[in-house]
């Protein structure tokens, strides 16, 4: 796969773009959706209703939603506090979409954030969150090591007052490889993760054990390494006293020596990264 | 007359005269002021005068009170439909197009929730602010609930709230109370108000208090047995209600109002350390309290959101609301996570560190979560000057403080033999004298206002933890643990309450600043990264310390260990301090 990424133009890519589009266009769609009294449940249900009659089978994860203060994971101890509960959405409210589906055999994984109604304190998270798309993209072309890299997110973080909730993810990761999965007519889940995909992670990982790097971008040694070439969902994750926000895209990452297209984006036209564009335009 | 400048004018009701008095612009909203006993209505001289550079203010002299003159008969004169028909004479006189805010203190609290509650005032009234002063309906209500099912805790409530009330007893026996008040009693009240409810001496209280207090004993005669045997079902405020309860009022127990929203639908709760007078201790709190509640309630006659919705929620928002807080060290750290407590607890924030940038973004976040006023403040704490500078530009532009946290502090490792002189300097710059310039200066302040406060200083848990690994660093922060309880001593009589907290480790950025004598540069680079690895190993947050920094202040704490391991090293000190000197010998595992 690692040649195959250097190029932008290859149909991989385009797979992935397209499965990554799909997802936020169901994240906006849904979040248009949304009203007070609508529970976590019925918002993850229905991201999964939109995406199933636009074709998705299978998925890395099943969709999430996060409303309150479970956006910042306040009190957040095991994993299963990520599933979507009964709390009802509220005027006001920080709310969080994450979903993963696998489309055509590609994957993505996509977080989405917004808040009912007006909340100065949202958007300054949301707005604040764009350096560190800036900063992950400029360290991973200087070939940093992941540990580092992760280290000075969360040290962003702190300066900008907030406190890092991807570490509150299993093994406290900031991002994880994501890949092509074979399809299958029957694919189960294991809590709410596809095991199609967690084959691919699971022998990532066996694979990358031996090589001394680890599909999983965390703040452990085993994270010490620079950058493998591949497909990361990365999901930086702001917290701030009971509100949380976050962006989760793909990264391509590639073996060029060409600092550009060393790594890149997968697309620059989602939400977030058009929000911010209107913001400066408005400023 | 003690209220200077104001304009006086006399209102004839019910067979008596009023005398009435206006301060302010006559074109703003008003406020009325209704005094309590044995009292007149130059109680609220101070307040007043403050609520006059934004507002209508007006105040009478109850009937029988001050100037205003006496029913007769006594009895049967003082009945709370007459008080309500005083009041609604006042009102229709200074503001006849537009309704009132009303303020009540002691019985004219009582009174006050009377006029609120009775339909006849329906649109005259706009809010409410009650001060040590129950609705004697409500109490009624509260008394019947605890006799019919009397579970052990509400038994000890009631015996509690009737003891406290042993002054209502007393005035029901007939004549004893005015022989008093006109003898002995009448002499010695100024005197026992300076003693025991540290009432500033003065103008107050007035010539007419023997008069005054004789007088109104008829409020409690006319009233308070026929309300308590027979509490009206319906006293229900129609207006939005403020609750400000003074933590330390012999004459009225808190829990008196466990469910007053059942009555007050829209109610804000206020609660501050002090006696029964506040209005005479606390002036400037209860003004503000009071200016803001008005304003609130303004403008949610315009934009039709209700003021409970406003107000801001975080832990003892009641307590913090409005304050002026002032923190050190506040770019990061416990000192930003404390700047953001005070401010969802609705406190305006005063962020200063030395890092211009950090402070001014602690300032700006604060504002988003909940402080009506933010400012950061780039100082260096080290330095008196600026210090000093600092203190005159807040007490100018932002008023006295009324909770200091110094906070700012900074790391220093090594044996004490690598520790240069230029590094026990610094050390002792920031972490002790930083400390010293903050009490003294921001302390002399709060001091000469009179109107209490409170210090935090942040020692450490190696104030009482000796180690070989942190010899300067430990001995500053064991000064400024004894600095804070001499401190306390010396501040008890002036109600200023200091505290010392020991964190113990916490997840900050301290580590990575943290200098390491006898390091070379590259080797203190590796020790920075490796403590700093550990601590976000025991990842113990700042936002908790800030918590128990909050706690202290409520609760007057004089020394705060925070983490198990501080709250365990500060036993051993006291129970088994050979223990602690075995620790001291370790080597860090760095
Ligand atoms: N983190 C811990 O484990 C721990 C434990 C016990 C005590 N403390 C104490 O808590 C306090 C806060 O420390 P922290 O852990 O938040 O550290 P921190 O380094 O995160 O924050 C300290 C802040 O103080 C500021 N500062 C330093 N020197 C200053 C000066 N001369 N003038 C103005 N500002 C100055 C710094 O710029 C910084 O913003 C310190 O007094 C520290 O000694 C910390």
Same mark, same amino acid.
């Given at each position: 796969?690692?040649?195959?990424?250097?190029?932008?133009?290859?149909?991989?890519?385009?797979?992935?773009?397209?499965?990554?589009?799909?997802?936020?266009?169901?994240?906006?769609?849904?979040?248009?959706? #949304?009203? /007070?009294?609508?529970?976590?449940?019925? %918002?993850?249900?229905?991201?999964?209703?939109? $995406?199933?009659? @636009?074709? +998705? =089978?299978?998925?890395?994860?099943?969709?999430?939603?996060?409303?309150?203060?479970?956006?910042?994971?306040?009190?957040?101890?095991?994993?299963?506090?990520?599933?979507?509960?009964?709390?009802?959405?509220?005027?006001?409210?920080?709310?969080?979409?994450?979903?993963?589906?696998?489309?055509?055999?590609?994957?993505?994984?996509?977080?989405?954030?917004?808040?009912?109604? #007006?909340? /100065?304190?949202?958007?300054?998270?949301? %707005?604040?969150?764009?350096?560190?798309?800036? $900063?992950?993209? @400029?360290? +991973? =072309?200087?070939?940093?090591?992941?540990?580092?890299?992760?280290?000075?997110?969360?040290?962003?973080?702190?300066?900008?007052?907030?406190?890092?909730?991807?570490?509150?993810?299993?093994?406290?990761?900031?991002?994880?490889?994501?890949?092509?999965?074979?399809?299958?007519?029957?694919?189960?889940?294991?809590?709410?993760?596809?095991?199609?995909?967690?084959?691919?992670?699971?022998?990532?990982?066996?694979?990358?054990?031996?090589?001394?790097?680890?599909?999983?971008?965390?703040?452990?040694?085993?994270?010490?390494?620079?950058?493998?070439?591949?497909?990361?969902?990365?999901?930086?994750?702001?917290?701030?006293?009971?509100?949380?926000?976050?962006?989760?895209?793909?990264?391509?990452?590639?073996?060029?020596?060409?600092?550009?297209?060393?790594?890149?984006?997968?697309?620059?036209?989602?939400?977030?990264?058009?929000?911010?564009?209107?913001?400066?335009?408005?400023? | 007359?003690?209220?200077?400048?104001?304009?006086?004018?006399?209102?004839?009701?019910?067979?008596?005269?009023?005398?009435?008095?206006?301060?302010?612009?006559?074109?703003?909203?008003?406020?009325?002021?209704?005094?309590?006993?044995?009292?007149?209505?130059?109680?609220?001289?101070?307040?007043?005068?403050?609520?006059?550079?934004?507002?209508?203010?007006?105040?009478?002299?109850?009937?029988?009170?001050?100037?205003?003159?006496?029913?007769?008969?006594?009895?049967?004169?003082?009945?709370?439909?007459?008080?309500?028909?005083?009041?609604?004479?006042?009102?229709?006189?200074?503001?006849?197009?537009?309704?009132?805010?009303?303020?009540?203190?002691?019985?004219?609290?009582?009174?006050?929730?009377?006029?609120?509650?009775?339909?006849?005032?329906?649109?005259?009234?706009?809010?409410?602010?009650?001060?040590?002063?129950?609705?004697?309906?409500?109490?009624?209500?509260?008394?019947?609930?605890?006799?019919?099912?009397?579970?052990?805790?509400?038994?000890?409530?009631?015996?509690?709230?009737?003891?406290?009330?042993?002054?209502?007893?007393?005035?029901?026996?007939?004549?004893?109370?005015?022989?008093?008040?006109?003898?002995?009693?009448?002499?010695?009240?100024?005197?026992?108000?300076?003693?025991?409810?540290?009432?500033?001496?003065?103008?107050?209280?007035?010539?007419?208090?023997?008069?005054?207090?004789?007088?109104?004993?008829?409020?409690?005669?006319?009233?308070?047995?026929?309300?308590?045997?027979?509490?009206?079902?319906?006293?229900?405020?129609?207006?939005?209600?403020?609750?400000?309860?003074?933590?330390?009022?012999?004459?009225?127990?808190?829990?008196?109002?466990?469910?007053?929203?059942?009555?007050?639908?829209?109610?804000?709760?206020?609660?501050?350390?002090?006696?029964?007078?506040?209005?005479?201790?606390?002036?400037?709190?209860?003004?503000?309290?009071?200016?803001?509640?008005?304003?609130?309630?303004?403008?949610?006659?315009?934009?039709?959101?209700?003021?409970?919705?406003?107000?801001?929620?975080?832990?003892?928002?009641?307590?913090?609301?409005?304050?002026?807080?002032?923190?050190?060290?506040?770019?990061?750290?416990?000192?930003?996570?404390?700047?953001?407590?005070?401010?969802?607890?609705?406190?305006?924030?005063?962020?200063?560190?030395?890092?211009?940038?950090?402070?001014?973004?602690?300032?700006?976040?604060?504002?988003?979560?909940?402080?009506?006023?933010?400012?950061?403040?780039?100082?260096?704490?080290?330095?008196?000057?600026?210090?000093?500078?600092?203190?005159?530009?807040?007490?100018?532009?932002?008023?006295?403080?009324?909770?200091?946290?110094?906070?700012?502090?900074?790391?220093?490792?090594?044996?004490?033999?690598?520790?240069?002189?230029?590094?026990?300097?610094?050390?002792?710059?920031?972490?002790?004298?930083?400390?010293?310039?903050?009490?003294?200066?921001?302390?002399?302040?709060?001091?000469?206002?009179?109107?209490?406060?409170?210090?935090?200083?942040?020692?450490?848990?190696?104030?009482?933890?000796?180690?070989?690994?942190?010899?300067?660093?430990?001995?500053?922060?064991?000064?400024?643990?004894?600095?804070?309880?001499?401190?306390?001593?010396?501040?008890?009589?002036?109600?200023?309450?200091?505290?010392?907290?020991?964190?113990?480790?916490?997840?900050?950025?301290?580590?990575?600043?943290?200098?390491?004598?006898?390091?070379?540069?590259?080797?203190?680079?590796?020790?920075?990264?490796?403590?700093?690895?550990?601590?976000?190993?025991?990842?113990?947050?700042?936002?908790?310390?800030?918590?128990?920094?909050?706690?202290?202040?409520?609760?007057?704490?004089?020394?705060?260990?925070?983490?198990?391991?501080?709250?365990?090293?500060?036993?051993?000190?006291?129970?088994?301090?050979?223990?602690?000197?075995?620790?001291?010998?370790?080597?860090?595992?760095?």
């Amino acid at each position: 796969m690692t040649s195959a990424v250097k190029d932008e133009q290859a149909p991989e890519l385009r797979g992935f773009r397209e499965v990554q589009r799909l997802a936020y266009d169901c994240a906006e769609a849904v979040a248009a959706r #949304l009203t /007070p009294g609508v529970t976590e449940r019925e %918002a993850a249900r229905m991201q999964r209703d939109w $995406l199933r009659e @636009r074709g +998705v =089978r299978d998925w890395f994860h099943l969709p999430f939603a996060w409303f309150g203060d479970r956006t910042a994971f306040a009190g957040f101890k095991v994993p299963l506090q990520f599933f979507p509960t009964n709390r009802k959405l509220e005027p006001g409210m920080p709310f969080i979409l994450d979903m993963a589906p696998v489309h055509k055999g590609f994957t993505a994984d996509i977080g989405y954030s917004g808040c009912l109604g #007006l909340s /100065p304190l949202h958007d300054k998270l949301l %707005a604040d969150l764009e350096v560190h798309r800036e $900063l992950i993209l @400029r360290e +991973v =072309r200087e070939r940093r090591s992941l540990r580092e890299i992760y280290e000075d997110v969360e040290r962003l973080m702190i300066k900008q007052g907030y406190v890092n909730r991807h570490r509150a993810y299993p093994f406290g990761v900031i991002a994880h490889k994501i890949d092509r999965v074979a399809e299958h007519r029957w694919s189960p889940h294991v809590f709410g993760f596809g095991t199609q995909s967690l084959k691919g992670l699971m022998s990532d990982a066996l694979h990358g054990h031996r090589d001394g790097w680890s599909p999983l971008w965390s703040p452990y040694r085993f994270s010490d390494h620079p950058p493998q070439p591949g497909l990361w969902a990365v999901e930086p994750h702001l917290g701030f006293r009971g509100t949380g926000a976050k962006f989760e895209e793909i990264l391509v990452v590639t073996d060029s020596r060409d600092p550009e297209q060393s790594a890149f984006w997968l697309d620059d036209d989602l939400p977030h990264v058009r929000r911010w564009a209107e913001e400066r335009v408005a400023a | 007359m003690s209220l200077p400048g104001a304009r006086e004018r006399r209102v004839r009701t019910g067979g008596i005269e009023l005398c009435v008095a206006e301060l302010g612009d006559e074109g703003r909203p008003t406020i009325v002021l209704v005094h309590g006993y044995p009292d007149s209505k130059e109680v609220w001289t101070d307040v007043a005068r403050q609520l006059a550079d934004h507002w209508h203010v007006v105040l009478y002299d109850v009937r029988g009170h001050g100037r205003s003159t006496a029913p007769a008969p006594l009895r049967g004169g003082f009945t709370l439909e007459k008080l309500t028909d005083d009041f609604l004479a006042v009102a229709n006189a200074v503001s006849p197009d537009r309704p009132v805010h009303l303020v009540g203190h002691d019985w004219g609290s009582v009174q006050s929730w009377e006029f609120v509650t009775v339909k006849r005032t329906e649109g005259r009234i706009a809010s409410f602010t009650s001060m040590s002063g129950p609705s004697l309906d409500h109490f009624g209500h509260w008394i019947k609930q605890r006799m019919t099912r009397p579970t052990p805790r509400r038994v000890g409530q009631l015996l509690g709230q009737g003891a406290k009330s042993w002054y209502v007893y007393m005035l029901h026996t007939p004549v004893l109370p005015e022989l008093a008040w006109r003898g002995p009693l009448g002499k010695q009240w100024p005197r026992i108000l300076q003693r025991l409810e540290k009432v500033p001496a003065g103008d107050y209280p007035t010539p007419s208090l023997p008069d005054d207090a004789a007088h109104g004993a008829w409020l409690y005669r006319d009233n308070v047995r026929a309300r308590l045997r027979r509490p009206r079902t319906d006293a229900y405020a129609h207006v939005p209600v403020q609750l400000i309860t003074p933590t330390g009022d012999i004459f009225l127990s808190e829990k008196l109002y466990d469910q007053l929203e059942l009555w007050a639908p829209q109610l804000v709760r206020r609660s501050l350390p002090g006696k029964h007078w506040v209005p005479r201790t606390r002036p400037d709190r209860i003004a503000s309290w009071i200016s803001e509640f008005v304003a609130a309630n303004e403008a949610a006659r315009e934009d039709g959101r209700p003021v409970q919705d406003t107000a801001p929620t975080g832990a003892y928002a009641d307590r913090f609301g409005g304050q002026l807080v002032l923190v050190t060290g506040a770019a990061g750290g416990i000192g930003r996570a404390t700047a953001f407590a005070f401010a969802e607890a609705g406190a305006r924030v005063v962020a200063v560190d030395r890092d211009a940038e950090g402070a001014a973004r602690t300032a700006e976040m604060a504002r988003l979560i909940g402080s009506p006023a933010a400012w950061g403040e780039a100082v260096d704490v080290s330095d008196e000057q600026a210090m000093e500078k600092l203190a005159e530009k807040v007490a100018t532009e932002y008023g006295i403080v009324d909770v200091l946290v110094n906070n700012a502090g900074i790391g220093l490792s090594g044996s004490f033999l690598e520790t240069t002189s230029e590094d026990w300097k610094n050390v002792l710059d920031v972490n002790l004298w930083g400390v010293i310039h903050g009490c003294r200066i921001f302390g002399k302040q709060m001091a000469e206002r009179g109107q209490g406060g409170h210090i935090v200083n942040t020692a450490s848990a190696a104030a009482y933890q000796p180690s070989r690994a942190l010899p300067a660093y430990s001995t500053s922060k064991a000064a400024v643990l004894m600095l804070s309880e001499c401190l306390r001593a010396e501040l008890a009589d002036r109600s200023i309450g200091v505290s010392a907290i020991c964190p113990g480790i916490v997840n900050t950025n301290i580590t990575a600043t943290t200098h390491f004598a006898g390091a070379g540069a590259a080797e203190e680079k590796r020790l920075q990264k490796r403590t700093s690895r550990l601590y976000g190993l025991r990842n113990y947050p700042p936002e908790r310390v800030a918590d128990a920094i909050l706690k202290a202040v409520v609760r007057n704490q004089a020394v705060v260990p925070v983490t198990p391991e501080a709250r365990g090293a500060r036993f051993l000190s006291r129970f088994s301090p050979g223990a602690l000197r075995g620790i001291a010998r370790l080597k860090p595992p760095l």
